[in-house]
């Protein structure tokens, strides 16, 4: 990405300053992510969240400069328990503050259901 944290969040805070309804997306399961670490991202992204936040999982894509890092061993992602942990902590944190989860990555507080995701 070009941009870093605090770049990211003052744009989600000019966005949400504007438009009556705000949505932005986050990655887990990313390298070195502690279930503590992701919380506390998690917490703070509801915070910025009007009503809507799509949370995906790590994934990466053959042909990309990313997989090319990965296949070189530059890094490692967590295992499937790690992922799966994550994952739940993903659905307790975001039900415990009144976005449950509507898709497997998309969470939204009742009526802010994205359209796109329901057809």
Request: without cysteine; proline residues 6%; glycine residues 6%.
């Amino acid at each position: 990405r070009l941009h870093n944290v605090e770049e990211a969040l003052h744009a989600i805070g000019l966005a949400r300053d504007i438009f009556p309804r705000l949505s932005f997306d986050l990655i887990y399961a990313r390298p070195g992510q502690t279930p503590e670490a992701w919380g506390a991202e998690l917490e703070q992204a509801i915070g910025y969240a009007v009503d809507h936040l799509s949370l995906y999982q790590l994934t990466i894509e053959e042909g990309t400069p990313f997989h090319a890092l990965y296949a070189a061993k530059k890094f490692t992602l967590p295992d499937n328990d790690h992922a799966a942990d994550l994952y739940a902590l993903t659905q307790e944190v975001t039900a415990g503050h009144g976005l449950p989860a509507y898709e497997i990555s998309n969470h939204a507080r009742p009526g802010a259901e994205s359209r796109h995701n329901l057809t």
